[in-house]
């Protein structure tokens, strides 16, 4: 399929490059008030994964998958279920092991590539819809995109659609460039909450984890050396990335897909705007407007939605979009 372009988001003026459509947005929106109900599932390792449903008897549902350390009552998650249980759909917004607010019961957490999670909600889900769509933000839409490529999870066959905001699509690259002594303010956030978590975990599993190597860790790819590489069965950062970017797995997805990144994203290394293959795959949509920052995209008016949910809203209900 063609990279889609002409794209029609407009900033707000005052929004002027990708750090402020990142950061304000992150800082100043607020929550969608939505009815959530809570239900903890089991997993089959012997975890537990805590999922916030909105339902209203729909045969649609919608999956959300958050990113880095998100969770799913941020505002970007609570904005996109918002406009689509507004559209008539159920919703699921997920959180990732230790995300929800109680620690998981195993040493290791959650990762960029852990489709095994993402495969748990959504057999879970399997047995009440009629069709199942994805959307994920940033490490959520790496994931994603990942699960839609691999062939060997059974609930799989359920999704119809997805869609993927502000992808690093190429871990190693994207990791590079938060860790980019421009873009620190993002890797210092991360990484206080990161360490936050090391120093829990090794308290719970002294005898798994050791958070001494915190001391000298202070960019993002140092802390996935020592610890998310590691504890989660790879040999080391690097073969973290390229054994879990998307990039790698997109020409394998058979469902159709939009990758929506901005150009001006502070998170995304070149390598995050692969023309070539969106033009080579005949499921895969592109679209890689000027501006938009990073899961940001705001509105110019509070009257409006933001537009990354009116994009994914007409993506999963175009039927052009095959």
Not at 65 to 83: K, V
Not at 90 to 108: I, Q
Not at 172 to 186: E, G, T
Not at 217 to 242: C, M, Q, V, W
Request: hydrophobic residues 35%.
């Amino acid at each position: 399929m063609p990279v889609l372009k002409n794209s029609n988001y407009n900033p707000h003026q005052l929004l002027y490059n990708g750090h402020m459509q990142t950061i304000i947005p992150a800082l100043f929106r607020e929550k969608h008030p939505l009815r959530f109900e809570r239900e903890r599932i089991n997993t089959t390792d012997g975890d537990f994964l805590d999922l916030d449903w909105l339902k209203q008897g729909s045969t649609n549902l919608i999956i959300i998958s958050h990113g880095l350390e998100g969770n799913s009552q941020r505002p970007y998650m609570t904005g996109m279920a918002g406009i689509f249980f507004d559209s008539g759909y159920d919703v699921l917004n997920w959180n990732y092991r230790g995300c929800s607010g109680s620690p998981n019961l195993k040493p290791f957490f959650y990762h960029s590539g852990a489709t095994y999670d993402l495969e748990e909600v959504v057999c879970h889900a399997s047995g009440k819809y009629k069709s199942i769509y994805l959307v994920g933000f940033s490490l959520g839409g790496n994931l994603t995109l990942k699960y839609l490529a691999e062939k060997n999870w059974p609930c799989q066959k359920n999704i119809k659609k997805a869609v993927a905001i502000s992808v690093p699509l190429d871990l190693s690259a994207s990791c590079d460039k938060i860790d980019h002594f421009r873009n620190k303010v993002y890797a210092y956030n991360f990484l206080l909450s990161l360490k936050k978590k090391v120093r829990k975990k090794a308290l719970a599993f002294p005898e798994i984890i050791s958070d001494f190597p915190l001391r000298s860790i202070s960019t993002l790819r140092a802390f996935d050396d020592a610890f998310t590489a590691p504890l989660h069965g790879f040999k080391n950062a690097g073969d973290y990335y390229e054994k879990n970017a998307s990039l790698y797995f997109l020409e394998a997805i058979k469902v159709p897909c939009m990758i929506l990144n901005a150009m001006n994203d502070p998170f995304l290394g070149k390598t995050c705007y692969p023309r070539e293959i969106g033009e080579r795959s005949e499921k895969i949509y592109m679209e890689f407007p000027n501006q938009g920052g990073h899961v940001g995209f705001s509105p110019r008016s509070k009257a409006e939605r933001y537009w990354s949910e009116s994009r994914a809203l007409e993506f999963i209900q175009n039927e052009n979009y095959l």
